[in-house]
Nanobody
Framework: QLQLVESGGGLVQPGGSLRLSCAVS?????????????ANWFRQVPGKDDEGVAC????????EYVDSVKGRFTISRDSAQNTFYLQLNDLRPEDTARYYC????????????????????RGQGTQVTVSS
């Protein structure tokens, strides 16, 4: 069983930046490492469908982004910290949402899954509000 804890959200003006963190742990697993897991960040806005924003493969070599954030957001992984990150730059009001991270193990190391429904584990989310 994985535990995921997001942080880093907040209120920011348009054009600003935030870095979201997703700390991953598995208390029942010795020598746990996120290197075995693919991850996905998705966002949730009341009244709308959940939107996968970015994913990273288990191998860490493949990343994908939804078109609306390409060139502005970057997903990454720090194996030493067992943490996934989402760097958000040039934020826009339409990026306002609650952001969640998810993680799971898939069949191939290069699998990068954008659909958050495919993941078994998720955190509690962190709110990002972009407003002047």
């Amino acid at each position: 069983q994985l535990q995921l804890v997001e942080s880093g959200g907040g209120l920011v003006q348009p054009g600003g930046s935030l870095r979201l963190s997703c700390a991953v742990s598995a208390p029942a697993v010795s020598a746990f490492t996120v290197d075995y897991y693919a991850a996905n960040w998705f966002r949730q806005v009341p009244g709308k469908d959940d939107e996968g924003v970015a994913c990273i493969s288990q191998g860490g070599t493949v990343t994908e982004y939804v078109d609306s954030v390409k060139g502005r957001f970057t997903i990454s992984r720090d194996s030493a910290q067992n943490t996934f990150y989402l760097q958000l730059n040039d934020l826009r009001p339409e990026d306002t949402a609650r952001y969640y991270c998810t993680a799971d193990i898939f069949g191939r190391y290069e699998d990068c899954v954008m659909d958050p429904r495919e993941y078994s584990f998720r955190g509690q989310g962190t709110q990002v509000t972009v407003s002047s």
